[in-house]
């Protein structure tokens, strides 16, 4: 798959999704997977504005049955049957963190690497339960919480570019 935006101004992803995501309005059927592995080639970053934001990412979108209360950009939410689990190749800083998503989901970021353009980025047997109870950890969340993996989203997406192209040769869910 290769994702590529050339002279883009608006907000703009590329995304392939497996599942359901958080936006579904549904209750989603359960995924079986347990470990992830991804190939990439970051192949081009330019901006057509001062103000730009990119990322390079797979998101693990996990559903919990039971309502908890968690936090998300900053602010406490009530009622939250959904974390989304964030991991960047490229385009953010830091190593993990809790940032924004949706108002109705709670969030755990992960920054696995810089990946500059030209270069290849690779991750292996990414431990997607372990995300799971670290994202729990940093939400000060039980472990014990109960949750199951429902989607998986693949892609770029970005704003104030002129060109964000990424190859993804190949990945695979076990």
């Known amino acids: 798959m290769q994702n590529t935006a050339s002279s883009y101004t608006g907000t703009y992803n590329s995304n392939v999704y497996q599942g359901n995501e958080d936006w579904c309005?549904?209750?989603?059927?359960?995924?079986?997977?347990?470990?992830?592995?991804?190939?990439?080639?970051?192949?081009?970053?330019?901006?057509?504005?001062?103000?730009?934001?990119?990322?390079?990412?797979?998101?693990?979108?996990?559903?919990?049955?039971?309502?908890?209360?968690?936090?998300?950009?900053?602010?406490?939410?009530?009622?939250?049957?959904?974390m989304d689990i964030e991991i960047f190749y490229s385009g953010r800083t830091g190593t993990q963190y809790i940032g924004c998503s949706s108002s109705n989901s709670i969030n755990w970021r992960q920054v696995i690497n810089q990946t500059l353009p030209g270069q290849n980025f690779h991750q292996s047997s990414y431990d997607i339960i372990g995300a799971y109870q670290n994202a729990l950890y940093y939400q000060g969340l039980p472990s014990t919480t109960v949750g199951y993996l429902s989607g998986v989203e693949i892609g770029v997406e970005g704003f104030g570019i002129s060109n964000l192209s990424v190859i993804w040769y190949d990945y695979g869910l076990g």
Do not use: Q
């Open 25 to 82: 309005n549904c209750v989603p059927s359960k995924l079986s997977y347990t470990v992830y592995s991804i190939v990439g080639t970051f192949t081009k970053l330019s901006y057509s504005s001062s103000t730009h934001d990119y990322t390079v990412e797979t998101t693990f979108y996990f559903y919990m049955p039971t309502a908890v209360s968690g936090t998300n950009c900053g602010a406490t939410v009530n009622g939250i049957h959904w």
